[in-house]
């Protein structure tokens, strides 16, 4: 997963779009949001999403850009991420965060 992620998608160029197999957006914002609440973009994007959800819209596609502001998956060096996990090591921070989220619920 990291290299998927560190080493093919994150050497794309930022205004690369993204686009997901299924409408998750709103709950995968809440999740960025619950990793990292000090997080100002994520917070915004969560926002966002919610009103586009409400109007029955989509929220994809995103950037790359966009993916590694608020992506917890592609902020593993972070030290956020790292206090979220209790790791320091990013791909024992991708696993672990993984993990959790595998067991997180919405709210």
């Known amino acids: ?52 959800r409400e109007n029955n819209l989509p929220t994809v596609p995103s950037t790359i850009a966009d993916e590694m502001a608020y992506n917890p998956f592609m902020r593993v060096h972070t030290d956020a991420l790292k206090k979220y996990t209790g790791q320091t090591d990013p791909v024992k921070v991708m696993e672990k965060a993984r993990e959790m989220k595998n067991q997180w619920r919405p709210q």
């Open 1 to 52: 997963m990291y290299a998927a992620l560190y080493d093919v998608l994150g050497k794309l160029p930022p205004d690369t779009k993204v686009y997901c197999g299924h409408e998750y957006g709103l709950a995968s914002m809440k999740y960025c949001v619950t990793v990292d609440p000090s997080n100002q973009r994520a917070n915004e994007k969560l926002e966002w999403a919610q009103k586009q």
